[in-house]
């Protein structure tokens, strides 16, 4: 069975902290995303990657890092947590370069900043 | 700028029809996809359309109408495991993905 996996559940932070969100995939997939979800709104693109090392900044990237050293992880780093970076956070991952392909998602990190 | 709407929530009862609508405004057009997520859980690819017409999967169909912007989610025989959130997504000509907010529905016994 194919698998996203999040290190985290649930994440409580203090405004400041530097916060690691670890995200495993094991499909071989190139591409990897990592979105916020907030209610009342869309699914946001925070970075994504199409290649080992390589990232590209999505909608909201400011307060946030990504990084891809290998194929099968894409971390996101938040490098001084603040309370309005309180919110759900999902990695996917997609085989391919064409616009077709699904998204498998991980079951999310929901991420609470104090 | 570029827009996808959906409802916010629908009720609907075990055994019957829903149909949840989706109109889009976007810059191109690749594609659109709908997705489910259960409350807490992963959101899981139900359909994708990229021509005009009708996709149908067992009891969910996908109808898709690019001169209108526009699609539904149809889903037959409701069952309450059905109860979720419904997400609609468009691909814009960059080949980057544009999110509704979602449609929560609510299955009645």
């Known amino acids: 069975d194919v698998k996203v996996t999040q290190s985290s559940r649930y994440l409580v932070k203090r405004t400041g902290e530097k916060v690691f969100l670890e995200c495993v995939q094991d499909m071989d997939h190139e591409n990897m995303f990592w979105y916020r979800q907030d209610p009342g709104l869309g699914l946001r693109l925070i970075y994504f990657?199409?290649?080992?090392?390589?990232?590209e900044k999505g909608d909201i990237p400011e307060g946030y890092s990504v990084s891809r050293e290998k194929k099968e992880r894409f971390s996101l780093i938040l490098e001084s947590a603040s309370t309005n970076q309180t919110s759900m956070y999902l990695c996917?991952?997609?085989?391919?370069?064409?616009?077709?392909?699904?998204?498998?998602f991980g079951s999310g990190t929901q991420l609470s900043v104090l | 700028g570029q827009n996808i709407d959906q409802p916010t929530e629908m009720t609907a009862t075990e055994g019957a029809i829903v149909q949840i609508n989706c109109t889009y405004q976007t810059s191109g057009f690749n594609g659109l996809f709908w997705y489910q997520q259960h409350a807490g859980e992963a959101p899981t690819f139900l359909s994708y359309?990229?021509l005009d017409g009708l996709e149908e999967k067992g009891r969910f169909s996908s109808f898709l109408s690019r001169s209108k912007g526009y699609s539904y989610l149809l889903l037959k025989e409701l069952q309450m495991k059905d109860s979720a959130s419904y997400l609609c997504a468009v691909m814009d000509s960059n080949y980057q993905l544009i999110w509704g907010a979602g449609t929560k529905l609510i299955i009645k016994p």
């Open positions: 996917a991952s997609s085989s391919g370069q064409g616009g077709s392909e699904k998204l498998f």
């Open positions: 359309n990229v």
């Open positions: 990657s199409y290649d080992v090392k390589m990232k």
